[in-house]
């Protein structure tokens, strides 16, 4: 996979920019942004398409996934350390090794998560289904680029030996709590006391 396919995908990660203000997505919207950065995160070895055009479309895919992300009360996307340790979401990726893969792989992390609760029907903070998505794709970066990220590498570990779904279940726990601590417990809806990208500082 090219890097600079793999740094336009990064770069489409702005978080909360102006872009986001214009309309608010809707569920067929982004189920299609899924799917077309589904088609072009991996690459497609029948019919591959020019670096800049895949880059393109997985840049306006993830930006379409991202809005959506934060806008709807649909789903619940935590972006917490414990849930996505490869990235600082707070600092950004830009010092960080590797930040073009880190953005692509963030992009499909956060793809998962929202595609799991849409398809169940019910928001979920669970980072699981986020986790096999970035795993799947990170395994084709990892070959195609010679990749290794230290935080994936520990999760693709444990999604090899069977562990990945405890730990999951012990990140949220942990994410919860921590937002627990810094804001105090919710008296509201469930969404504000979940770990979601609505409530990250």
């Known amino acids: 996979m090219p890097r600079l396919f793999l740094r336009a995908a990064a770069a489409s990660l702005a978080f909360a920019t102006p872009a986001f203000a214009s309309e ?36 306006r895919a993830s930006n379409t996934i991202l809005a959506y992300a934060l806008e709807s009360d649909d789903v619940l996307v935590d972006l917490g350390p414990d849930s996505v340790p490869w990235c600082d979401v707070k600092k950004g990726l830009s010092d960080l090794s590797n930040s073009g893969e880190r953005g692509l792989l963030l992009a499909a992390y956060i793809s998962g998560c929202v595609k799991a609760q849409l398809q169940s029907g019910k928001q979920d903070a669970n980072p699981l289904a986020g986790w096999v998505a970035m795993l799947r794709v990170y395994r084709a970066v990892k070959v195609r680029e010679g990749v290794k990220i230290p935080e994936i590498e520990a999760l693709l570990a444990m999604q090899m030996n069977g562990s990945i779904d405890a730990y999951a279940v012990a990140a949220l726990k942990r994410s919860s709590d921590s937002l627990r601590r810094t804001y105090g417990p919710s ?4 969404r504000q006391e979940s770990p979601a990208l609505a409530a990250q500082p």
Request: hydrophobic share 50%.
């Open 24 to 59: 608010t997505v809707t569920r067929a919207q982004v189920l299609e942004a899924i799917r077309t950065f589904d088609a072009n995160a991996l690459g497609s070895l029948a019919a591959p398409k020019p670096e800049a055009e895949a880059g393109a479309e997985v840049a």
């Open 187 to 190: 008296a509201g809806p469930p």
